[in-house]
Each structure stands twice: as C-alpha cells, then as structure tokens.
C-alpha cells in the first residue's frame, strides 16, 4: 500500500521538531559539526507543537546575570509543586543551562518585553518573562532549519527500528509521509524522541464539533511515550497526569491574569473559597498545604470541591484591573498572542471581562512532562549531579542504549516549559554527540526484513479498510473495522470513567483502574482491526495506537501509587491520604516488549539541592 520505500541513513535523528526537538537540532550541529542530523516531523516545523500559536511568556528563565534566581530556587520551587516527586539532577541541569537559551531567543530576535526602569527583561511572575511571542515557534524553527541537514516535514514516526547486533540498542526509525503515502526508513546511530506530550487520551469537556478545543494541542498524541514505550524503554511518573485551571470553554491561560493583573478568584457569592477548603486538604495531605506558593493540585483540588459543593461557577474577578487601560490592554493581548480563541468565545457569549466576570473551568487530565507535572521517560541524568541510580553514562539517555529525550518526553522535570524544553534538547543532543564520539554507535545493524515488517504493520490500517469496506451495505459503520474516530472516543471513554476524568471528578480506585485495564487490553486487541480510508486517516490510526500504549502505562502507574499523592489533579478513593511514610517515592514501569506486561518499582527521591548545602554548611 505503501508508495514508495525511502531510506536515510543519519548520526542524529531528531524525531519531532517542537520545542525540544528544535533545540536538539540546534545544539547537535555546535557539537557535531561534520556529523548528520535529520530532523522529522509529524506537522511543519515552522508552526508545529505546543508553541504553534504562540505564547505571550517564556516561563522559566533564572535571570541568574542579575541575580534574580538561582537553579536551586527553581529546584526548590519544581519540588515543592510536584509534592516532593521531582529528578532534582535533571531540574538543576536544566535550569543552570535555561537562560543562555533565552539569549539566543532574543539574539535570533524574538520581541522580549523590557522592564522600562532596570532594563532587564520584564517579569510576570518569579519565573516567567513576558514576550510578544506569536513567531516564537517560526523563529526557533529557523535556528533548526539552519542546523540540520534535512527537516522532514509531514513524517509520522510509528516505530523505532532496534539494532540487531547489539540488545537494548537503538537502530533508527520508521513512518510514513501523510501527504504522499511513502514509506520511510531512518537508520541512525542515535535517535532524540521530542515528540511532545499527550492530549485527548481522557474524553475532554468540549466533544462533538467541539472536541478540537481543548488546553493542550489535540495534534500532541503521546508519540513521545508510545515510541520508547514499545521498545522497553522505562517510564516514570506517568500517573502525574495534569489538570488546568483555565478560563470555560476556550481554555485561554490565566497567567498572565493571575501574575501580572493581580485578578483573582472566587465562587458565585462572591467568597475566596480556597480558604474554606484548607482544613479539609490539611487532612489529606498534611503541611504541604502550608507550603508557599500553594502546589498547583492544591489550588485544583479547592475548585473542585468547591464546584462539587454547590458553590460554583467560579470566577475569575477581571473587572477591577481591567479599569486600567494598560492592563485591559495586556489581557486582550495575551489571548491574541497565544489563544485567539478566548478573544472569540467571549466575543460570542457577550462577555467583556471588564465588565463581566469569566468563569473558571478544570480540564481533563493530558499527560506531559514539561509543565507543571512530570509524566515521562526514565533517563540518565548529568554525570556531575546524579546519584548512581540516576546516573547510566549519557545524559538524557533512555534506558535504551542510543535513545535519548528531551522536553515533554522526558519525565520527573517538571516546570522546564518552552525554553527549558528547548534546553534539554540541546542537553540531549550535546550527549548524543558524545556516544558516537565514544564509538558506542559502532556497527549497528538494522536488516531489511526488519525493515519491511514494519512496513506491513504501518500501513495495515489501510488494507484493513480497502477489504472490509465491501462488507459494507448501508451507512458507514463497518462489521470488520473501527474508524480511527470510533476508536479514540471508546479509548477517552475507558480512561475518563475508570482512571480518573471529568466523569467521575477525577476519582478513581484499585477497581475501576482493574476494569479500566481490561478494557484497554480489549482496545488493544481491536486496534488491529483499525481502517483508514485515506493516509490522513493513517495518520489519525497511529496516533490513536500510540494515545492506547500510552494510556495503559498511565493506568499501570496510577494503579501502582497507592496513595492520593496530587489531589486537584486525580484521588484515589481507596487511599484518599498522601503518604510519606510508603510513597515518598518514584514510580518507574517496564513494558516488556515480547509480552506486552507492564512491571513497576519504587525508586528512591533525591533531594539533592538541600543536601548538597546541608554538606557545605557541616
Ligand atoms: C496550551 C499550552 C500553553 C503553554 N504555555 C506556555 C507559556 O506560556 N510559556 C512557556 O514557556 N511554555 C508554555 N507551554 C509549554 C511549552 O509549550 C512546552 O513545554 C513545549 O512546547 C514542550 O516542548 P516539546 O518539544 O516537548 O513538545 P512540542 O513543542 O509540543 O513539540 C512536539 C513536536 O513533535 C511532533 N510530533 C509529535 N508526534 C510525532 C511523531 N510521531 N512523528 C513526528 N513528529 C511528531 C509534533 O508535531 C511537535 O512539533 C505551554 C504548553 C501548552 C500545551
């Protein structure tokens, strides 16, 4: 079915050209100055990702030239976000490296906002810096572009190839060009997954017509999980799913709200109603709820009880900053930078903000691990910060041998955002060098046959439908196939009644996660028999198999953590309490490849910063 087979043999492939992935492109080329770098991705590099649109900040930049931040601040501040649950080697790699990337983000001549007194970039808050952002994704994507020899746009990666010299080697990758149907092959030495996170994989608030608008991107379909997890790669995390607190219906941000109008919240009669909640979370989680600022699943966690109270709709109270014309000015603009889409909805529910308070609504849960959660793969963290257990030769490296991560794929380090996301993909890439400098890349062996299974496996979907389509008789609903469509609503269905969405306001337990398993391996069982119409509709299908894997490591995980670790983002009604004493820990799986079960284990948290300071103080 496949058109054409195409083959390109690399040193570095680069697989998604977002964030991470422009970053490593970037950084492979300093690095590797005569080695090959191919960068493939799924869209157009130049307006692809989470950053597609835009952003109006840049939300993790140290400002260490002034002395504003420290890395050990932004330790700090990740860790206590995330409940303790954080790789505080790989947050303090990122965030020593975050600010020469800002740099090179204003030298390639991103508008950054300045402070007009001190002249320094503008603040929004203690991390963000405020930028007129709408070409910020063009402008990276040059610096990329400028770097590699070739960006593949259009290209889904389904698979990686596997070197058959050598177990647990990476060899390559393999997928399909959408617009052609031809069939490509990338072996390469080394291969960088910056394949973003995962959205609609929970059923999301706006379905039907409206199901394209959601937070996050609905193109992000957890192809940076699936890949590694397919090959045995381990995971970590993955149960730390995020929810956002966002305006209704277009989910515009509230950052800049919160940050720089000073807006605030409160429930329909008008009460801050987080304070009513406190005792109640005290009991749920103990002093973290005294921790300053109050961690994100906190806040969640208040609105939601608050809403299952009776005392919603909660609002954002806009009206009296928004008397400002400067301010009123910055909240209009903030949306068109970045999600127009709120400008619009409001504009078609009659709402000005100055004089009609918008109301708050929380998202399904995404998985991904470069915001404010950590979901990901379990890599090597820098040989000068890690503890052993963390530590495996290359930085960034997944527990496969020549796979590296970077951005939302790689897991415990959380709050790196776009330009700590760029960051890690330099790291990334900076590591990747180095491996095949060290002549670890040597000899790999990919065969054709292995080759040509994929091939058959890739464009199956297509076959499925050509056949079954005469099966037809009336209508389109076939007796032998499920559409692509068919079959993500049933996949969002399992997960939003059984691991923890909308439906049951985030609650789940050790049944349902049970049941929600065996309904996932069903899924799986009958996405062999997905049909694809067209190669969009391909498309579609292997973003759908890879939002499936991802979701059973998702539901392996949250069955493991037998505690309530981030209430506001998920509860386990059989373990409503956060517990130290037993889950002060990460969780890593396994999916083994040949049999497709899931293993998982506790692996100790470090909290390297405070120790390191406890030692030079002693
Ligand atoms: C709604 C939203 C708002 C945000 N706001 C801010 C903000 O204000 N400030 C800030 O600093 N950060 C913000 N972030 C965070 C920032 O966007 C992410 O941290 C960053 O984009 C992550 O980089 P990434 O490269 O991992 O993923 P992405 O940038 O999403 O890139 C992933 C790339 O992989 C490609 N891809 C996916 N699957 C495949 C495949 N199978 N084959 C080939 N290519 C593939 C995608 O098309 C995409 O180009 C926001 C994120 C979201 C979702």
Partial sequence: MAKKTIFEDCDILVVGGGMAGTGAAFEARHWGRDLKIICVEKANIDRSGAVAQGLYAINCYMGMQWDENQPEDHVRYARN???????????????????????????????????????????????QIMIHGESYKPIVAEAAKKSADKIYNRIMITHLLMDESKENRVGG???????TGDYYVFRAKTVIVAAG??????????????????????????SAYALPIAVGAKMTQMENRIVLCRFKDGYGPVGAYFLHL?????????????????????EMVGEYIDHHPTPTCLRNHAFIQETMAGGGPIHMVTKEAFQDPHLETVGW??????????AVVWASQNI??????PELTTSEPYVMGSHATCSGAWVSGPEDLSPPEYFWGYNRMLTVDGLFGAGDTVGGSAHKFSSGSFTEGRLAAKAAVKYIEEQKAQDINVSDKQCEEFKKIIFKPLENYTVGRNEITGGTVSPSYISP???LQRLQRIMDEYVGGIATNYMTNANMLKRGLELLEWLQEDLENVGAEDYHQLMRAWELKHRALTSQCVTEHTMFREETRWPGYYYRGDHLKLDDENWHCLTVSRRDPKTGKFTLEKVPVYHIVDEKEKKQAS
């Fill in 352 to 357: 000005d903000p100055k004089y009609t308070n």
């Fill in 485 to 487: 469509i068919q079959g």
């Fill in 262 to 282: 000073k807006t605030y919240t409160q429930n329909a009669n008008g009460e801050n109603y987080e304070k009513k909640w406190y005792e109640h979370t005290k």
């Fill in 333 to 342: 603009e903030n949306f068109l930078g970045m999600t127009v889409g709120q």
């Fill in 173 to 179: 990758a393999v997928g399909f060009n959408m617009r």
């Fill in 197 to 222: 996170g995962a959205s609609h994989i929970f059923k999301p608030r706006a379905v039907g017509e409206g199901m394209g608008r959601t937070w996050y991107a609905p193109w992000s379909n957890g």
């Fill in 81 to 127: 976000d995330l409940m303790g649950m954080v790789r505080e080697d790989l947050g303090y790699d990122m965030a020593r490296h975050v600010d020469s990337t800002v740099h090179m983000f204003d030298e390639w001549g991103l508008p950054m906002m300045k402070n007009e007194k001190t002249g320094r970039y503008l603040r929004e808050g203690k991390w």
